[in-house]
């Protein structure tokens, strides 16, 4: 019998490829859209809107292969945008991507994908699950330019097994030269833009309409002194130098958040630097606790060596040189050379001491 798999398909490229590459496997293929609920507003190009469903029902129906829509609206709500919304009151700077992909695609999804009898899940991710001795692990795709590893690390490591990346060995190039040659309608479409959920001018307009405190308050030093105002916490992050505003002999970058006091705290460059930082809510996907690792704080970010140390649930992460803008609410990725041994999310930044 030909194995099942359902596609999450989103009216894109690279999911759309993945279907067609399914189907010349061999594969019995069923495609999904989840419904979020998102507007169509502006120029954008929105992964989750009412376009790019009619755009994946497109796709579907030139593949041959029945097309589902479903309803995750109360599930975005619930798991992502909730979390969203609180992290930012919290002066932290959340990923919502890693938690869609956490809570919805190899979640609930995955799960509803195993009720309805497919044997697989897949996506158009770029990243790669191969076996290795007796357990399966993920691992970075062939394009290191697209590798979404970092974004897929909360993947319960009993999933692995049953997710297809047929996207794996492709560069996107390959992937659009496909899509050219098979007259997939999307063979051009641009890449989707922002969080989809965020249809507004910016993340503060968002999130002053979910109830979330968008107000000015000062700027300071390390020292407590005032340099400026800010225009609501939300606006800024680690590492931000420009939009400050503050005239200053030399650059200033925002070093903290202190959401109780509603400031921003400002120093100069080296203040931005930190050596290690306290990690939770740990995904590992590998049955033995590393205690040596390369380790990713920002998707755009290189990995660099680190050692572990395990505390209950939690890690704390010592690099072998200091990082940039280590950032609070924001994922640390842990490798092994290509394989993802796991990640969590960085709770607290310890400083160096040498760049205190």
């Known amino acids: 019998m030909k194995k099942k798999v359902l596609l999450a398909v989103s009216g894109g490229v690279d999911s759309s490829v993945a279907g067609w590459l399914l189907k010349e496997e061999g594969y019995e293929v069923a495609g999904v859209t989840m419904c979020l609920g998102v507007r169509d507003e502006g120029i954008k190009t929105r992964c989750c809107g009412r376009d790019a469903i009619e755009d994946a029902r497109e796709v579907c129906g030139m593949l041959d292969i029945p097309h589902y829509v479903l309803d995750y609206v109360?599930?975005?709500?619930?798991?992502?945008?909730?979390?969203?919304?609180?992290?930012?009151?919290?002066?932290?700077?959340?990923?919502?991507?890693i938690?869609?992909?956490?809570?919805?695609?190899?979640?609930h999804l995955l799960k509803q994908a195993r009720a309805m009898g497919f044997d697989y899940l897949a996506t158009g991710h770029y990243a790669m699950i191969e076996q290795k001795e007796n357990r399966w692990v993920l691992k970075k795709p062939r394009d290191s330019g697209k590798d979404q590893t970092y974004f897929l690390y909360p993947i319960p490591f009993e999933a692995l097994e049953h997710i297809l990346f047929p996207l794996a060995d492709l560069t996107k190039e390959e992937v659009r030269e496909i899509a050219r040659k098979a007259c997939l309608p999307i063979a051009g479409k641009a890449e989707s833009q922002d969080l989809c959920f965020v249809t507004q001018e910016s993340y503060g307009e968002f999130l002053r309409e979910r109830g979330c405190p968008v107000e000015p308050g000062?700027?300071?030093?390390?020292?407590?002194?005032?340099?400026?105002?800010?225009?609501?916490?939300?606006?800024?992050t680690i590492g931000q130098r420009h939009g400050l505003r503050i005239s200053s002999p030399c650059p200033l970058y925002v070093v903290a958040i202190d959401a109780v006091r509603n400031s921003v705290i400002v120093g100069e460059k080296r203040d931005v630097y930190a050596s290690a930082l306290i990690a939770g809510d740990m995904n590992w996907l590998t049955p033995d606790r590393p205690r040596e690792a390369e380790g990713k704080i920002r998707y755009r970010k290189r990995s660099s060596p680190c050692t572990i140390i395990h505390d209950g649930d939690r890690v704390r992460i010592h690099f072998s040189e200091d990082q940039d803008a280590i950032t609070p609410g924001q994922a640390v990725v842990l490798y092994s050379g290509d394989?993802?041994?796991?990640?969590?999310?960085?709770?607290?930044?310890?400083?160096?001491?040498?760049h205190s």
Do not use: A, Q
Request: charged content about 25%; overall charge neutral; aromatic content about 8%.
């Open 74 to 97: 109360p599930l975005l709500e619930s798991c992502v945008i909730d979390k969203f919304t609180r992290e930012y009151r919290l002066g932290r700077t959340p990923n919502p991507c």
């Open 339 to 354: 394989e993802v041994l796991g990640g969590g999310v960085i709770e607290e930044v310890l400083r160096s001491t040498t």
């Open 99 to 107: 938690d869609c992909n956490r809570y919805l695609k190899f979640g």
């Open 218 to 236: 000062p700027i300071v030093d390390r020292s407590g002194r005032v340099l400026g105002e800010h225009s609501g916490t939300v606006f800024y």
